[in-house]
């Protein structure tokens, strides 16, 4: 039982970050129709800017701050400067550089913060709560985890469903021409949506770090369970990515603490999984409507 | 079969003829007992004054913590060997390259060291998955692979198999054998629970572990690296009721395994295999979460580990004095660390192999020189190498130690063993102290 409890915790804590990331995937394909490899390595890079504050003194959350706006910056200059140029072209060319993109934010982060691991601090405890003698996997941390993820994914709906700047990222995104012609600023709004993305992705990075360790490939198997996240979720719906993202963690956790040998198995389930609700779901569990699809 | 195309295969039959001799030309087996009175460039990698030696380490990437420093340990004692006028006349000249712990990129570093730089012999590639991907190249090329960083059984029980492998390092199953002997009689009713890295050096572990408490062991868990949530896993054990946890794990996670046991609360006795249990290392990693409030984790205060070499928490050893020498004259930055103790320990054991190749060594007489000689070595090993004709194991023996505050006590003295069956021994020979000089001195081997 208590074995049951804690695999049950992890799972929901690591499967919550899962979601945060999953959430910035989203968030960036319904403002700009691109799926963004590099958001691992660009949450990272805040990471270690983060982390370069918080070892010369600064407290975490000024770290924390800092570290989104920077997400911020650097999601705009991405698109401005490297995805921009492409954009015209086929599709896939903006798909494919971000995935150089990925690689070489790598290789600047190993470049200027070295590639060791590095413990990085956790704002709350990392002890789990004790209930009479027993202890379990919740850890005052991960609750702040938790409820990070959930203000950030009610800010997004709120965003898209509810404010002008909103509608006005979906527009552009759906038809660039049409939303033009009804005077959205189609360029600023993409821009938008992908500094957006990138706090919210780095907010992810930051999220997972807290209270384990870093080094510049650290995000990578995030990237990958979050977009199994998001594709479980639909891609598109924000509620998806955090319900995509819950499953995905519990799932993983399952295996990984009742399968024998379960630990090297979690790559294969998590395919398994994602092969088999596109199988009964094509559009994910949460697609808002196949219609849509241009 | 056209004319034209029979004349290309009677070219390119000349060509691989001519090339095959050229190499066997490359080399011939002259001098390597010594007596002639020059130097000469006896064969590849040898000139009159030079030897060069190459290596892989992962010096980026997940691997990198610790081991990335081991080669910079090596190159401090190789300078001042060279300083003081190298191994017979000829300085050493290392080599080496990262592979990222990477096995393709093993392969890649190991094929430019042997055929474009040219190297005399491979001493001391890291890691079991890395180094297995070039075990065979070497063998078929005759390169001497000396001294692999890794405490697999592959390069050492089988000379038949792979005769210019050698190992270097106490091998995981002895290791397991000494750990699980010593819970036998120390600890007799403690409930043992295991976290294994899910590869050979868990498996080696495990299986010399499980020789002496078999009916001890609760359960098993095993990590796959790469995967850093090890929450289910510690979870397990602590789920079977495990008092005891030994631990055959990367430092990596030896510092993940305590963060997690710290978030459930779980609090055995911790014996981490000697890979696993730098304090320095670990420490550095967990120091960090103080600021997390969690500044009791920060150590690994009463936690059991083994040990081979001497360490740097016991400065008054006479091998750790030399070496602190060599290191502040190598005027590298930050303190003299385990890692580079290793580096340097293997890179002493190098200088012993180039001795006693002779005076012109040849790949054959250098690795003739360690199955002959080398058990007989005396270095900051803590046991001797059980080097032979029918085994190129390394060194065969540990003690048992606890880390207290930022150093160790000896807990049980050195124990020697061997794969399989052999009994476990109290090591009778004296505690060994280097030469005045800092530097070998072996005769060339008959």
């Not at chain 1, 910056?73 to 995935?99: H, K, Q, S, Y």
């Not at chain 1, 601090?121 to 991960?142: C, E, K």
């Not at chain 2, 009677?10 to 095959?20: D, G």
């Amino acid at each position: 039982m208590q074995q049951f409890v804690n695999v049950t915790l992890s799972g929901l804590i690591q499967g919550s970050i899962f979601a945060a990331f999953a959430l910035a995937l989203v968030l960036i394909w319904r403002s700009t129709r691109i799926v963004n490899f590099a958001q691992g390595s660009m949450a990272a890079a805040t990471s270690f800017i983060a982390l370069a504050l918080i070892h010369s003194g600064q407290s975490y959350w000024l770290a924390l701050v800092v570290a989104l706006a920077a997400g911020f910056v650097l999601g705009a200059v991405v698109e401005r400067v490297i995805v921009r140029p492409v954009e015209g072209g086929p599709e896939l060319n903006a798909v494919i550089v971000t995935l150089g993109l990925f690689v070489a934010i790598q290789a600047l982060i190993a470049i200027i913060a070295g590639s060791e691991f590095q413990s990085f601090p956790a704002p709350f405890g990392l002890r789990g709560f004790t209930f009479g003698s027993t202890t379990i996997a919740l850890t005052p941390n991960s609750v702040f985890v938790l409820i990070a993820v959930l203000i950030t994914m009610v800010l997004l709906v709120a965003l898209f469903r509810f404010t002008r700047v909103g509608l006005a990222m979906r527009a552009s995104a759906f038809g660039q021409e049409v939303a033009r012609l009804l005077g959205v600023r189609v360029g600023r709004m993409l821009t938008l949506g992908w500094a957006l993305a990138a706090v919210v992705g780095s907010l992810s990075g930051l999220l997972i770090a807290g209270g384990g360790l870093v080094y510049p490939a650290y995000m990578d198997s995030l990237i990958v369970f979050g977009f199994v996240a998001a594709i479980l979720g639909g891609l598109d719906s924000p509620i998806g990515a955090i319900v995509g993202g819950l499953l995905l963690g519990l799932a993983l956790s399952y295996v990984s603490g009742y399968v024998p040998r379960g630990s090297g198995l979690v790559n294969l389930a998590a395919l398994v999984i994602l092969m088999v609700v596109l199988l009964v779901r094509p559009g994910g569990l949460f697609a808002s409507s196949t219609a849509r699809r241009a | 079969m056209s004319r034209s195309s029979r004349r290309l295969v009677t070219v390119l039959a000349a060509v691989t003829v001519a090339s095959t001799l050229a190499a066997c030309g490359g080399s011939n087996d002259n001098g390597g007992g010594g007596g002639s009175t020059a130097n000469e460039a006896s064969d590849t990698g040898v000139t009159a004054d030079t030897i060069k030696i190459g290596s892989h380490y992962p010096l980026t990437g997940v691997a990198a913590p610790g081991y990335s420093t081991i080669p910079l340990g090596a190159q401090a004692y190789f300078d001042y060997v060279n300083k003081n006028g190298g191994v017979n006349g000829r300085k050493i000249d290392w080599v080496y390259k990262d592979d990222a712990y990477n096995p393709t990129n093993t392969s890649q570093v190991v094929n430019e060291l042997v055929l474009k730089d040219e190297v005399f012999a491979i001493m001391g590639g890291l890691g079991t998955p890395t180094h297995s991907a070039v075990v065979d190249f070497l063998n078929s090329e005759g390169v001497p692979d000396l001294f692999v960083a890794s405490g697999s059984r592959l390069w050492g029980e089988d000379p038949k198999k792979n005769p210019d492998t050698f190992g270097w390092q106490t091998d995981y199953e002895s290791e397991g054998k000494i750990i699980g002997q010593y819970i036998a009689q120390k600890f007799p009713n403690a409930k043992v629970g295991l976290f294994l890295q899910d590869d050979d050096f868990g498996q080696d572990g495990e299986k010399g572990v499980r020789q002496f408490i078999d009916k001890q062991v609760v359960s098993a868990q095993r990590y796959t690296p790469g995967n850093t949530a090890v929450g289910p896993q510690i979870a397990a054990l602590k789920a079977a009721g495990a008092d005891f946890v030994v631990g055959f794990n990367v430092p990596a996670y030896t510092a993940l395994s305590q963060l997690t046991a710290l978030q459930l609360g779980f609090k055995p006795q911790w014996f981490y295999s000697n890979v696993g249990s730098d304090p320095t290392l670990v420490g550095a990693l967990l120091n960090n979460f103080s600021q997390g409030k969690v500044a009791d984790a920060s150590s690994l205060e009463g936690t059991i580990t083994t040990a081979y070499l001497p360490t740097v928490d016991h400065p008054d050893d006479p091998w750790v004095q030399l070496f602190q020498k060599v290191w502040d004259a190598s005027g590298q930055t930050g303190p003299m660390s385990n890692y580079h103790i290793y580096g340097m320990s293997q890179a002493y054991t190098m200088v012993q192999a180039l001795q006693a190749a002779g005076q012109n060594p040849t790949r054959k007489s250098l690795m003739d020189a360690v199955e002959k000689a080398g058990a007989d070595w005396k270095g900051p090993g803590l046991a001797p190498f059980r080097y032979s004709a029918d085994s190129h194991m390394g060194i065969g023996g540990m003690s048992v130690v606890q880390i207290s505050g930022t150093s160790t006590k000896e807990l049980q003295p050195v124990m020697t063993t061997d794969l399989g069956d052999a009994k476990i021994q109290a090591y009778d020979g004296k505690e060994s102290t280097p030469p005045s000089s800092g530097i070998p001195d072996e005769k060339a081997a008959k």
